[in-house]
């Protein structure tokens, strides 16, 4: 026997169900917000630290931070919108932005509780935050730094090195093996770059020695 639908509540269960969906509309147009303004903070602590202007970066990062922080709180038991692309990019640029920081800073590596970030993003975070030190060693290169170049591409490899180890599904991983398979192609031009300047340095040093002999 089937029960007259006013028995069943529909109108009460539906209007919980619509009650909580609205809910996790509001804190989804939310997050959407903010996680767009944290890739920017992001992104503009990553130019600073290009720049050499590393007070200006740590200002940038911390309001980044601060933002990233009040979002997730925000989200609060919305597991689902935790893991949405949008919030677990917003995770992967501020990441990346700090651990950038760092590398040049000489600080320790913020790890993903220090960051308060899923460990997907923060993997993630850490290839393209390699693949950044690309720009860093050229500039080093160019300013006649090659022993600071040097190190930077061994962080480069260390890092590389690190994470093709990391051996999971892609769905677990937020998509891993493609972060990796680019800092290695970018890990092989640097590391052509300075095998060419460390040669035309060797050749230079040869000319100015063989120069001063003659004029001996």
């Keep these: 026997m089937v029960a007259k639908s006013g028995s069943m509540g529909f109108?009460?269960?539906?209007?919980?169900?619509l009650k909580r969906l609205?809910?996790?509309?509001?804190?989804?147009?939310?997050?959407?917000?903010?996680?767009?303004?944290?890739?920017?903070?992001?992104?503009?602590?990553?130019?600073?630290?290009?720049?050499?202007?590393l007070a200006e970066a740590d200002q940038l990062l911390?309001?980044?931070?601060?933002?990233?922080?009040?979002?997730?709180?925000?989200?609060?038991?919305?597991?689902?919108?935790?893991?949405?692309g949008y919030v677990q990019d917003a995770m992967k640029e501020c990441a990346e932005a700090a651990i950038t920081l760092a590398i040049v800073a000489g600080t320790p590596i913020p790890t993903?509780?220090?960051?308060?970030?899923?460990?997907?993003?923060?993997?993630?975070?850490?290839a393209e935050s390699a693949s950044e030190l690309r720009r860093r060693t050229l500039d080093q290169l160019r300013s006649g730094d090659f022993s600071g170049a040097e190190q930077s591409l061994e962080i480069m490899d260390e890092v590389y090195a690190f994470l093709v180890t990391v051996d999971f599904p892609d769905g677990l991983t937020g998509g891993l093996?493609?972060?990796?398979?680019?800092?290695?192609?970018?890990?092989?031009?640097t590391r052509a770059d300075l095998t060419i300047t460390g040669a035309q340095n060797r050749l230079y040093d040869a000319i100015q020695q063989a120069s001063m002999l003659r004029n001996d």
Excluded at 30 to 50: C, E, F, K, P, Y
Excluded at 68 to 80: A, K, Q, T, V
């Design 11 to 17: 109108a009460e269960i539906g209007a919980s169900i």
């Design 22 to 53: 609205e809910l996790t509309n509001q804190l989804r147009d939310s997050a959407l917000h903010d996680g767009r303004q944290i890739v920017r903070l992001s992104a503009n602590t990553v130019r600073a630290i290009h720049r050499g202007e």
């Design 62 to 84: 911390a309001e980044a931070r601060a933002m990233l922080r009040s979002m997730l709180d925000g989200l609060g038991p919305s597991s689902n919108l935790r893991s949405a």
């Design 112 to 126: 993903p509780a220090d960051l308060d970030i899923d460990d997907a993003p923060y993997l993630n975070a850490l």
């Design 177 to 189: 093996r493609r972060s990796t398979d680019a800092l290695r192609a970018v890990l092989e031009r």
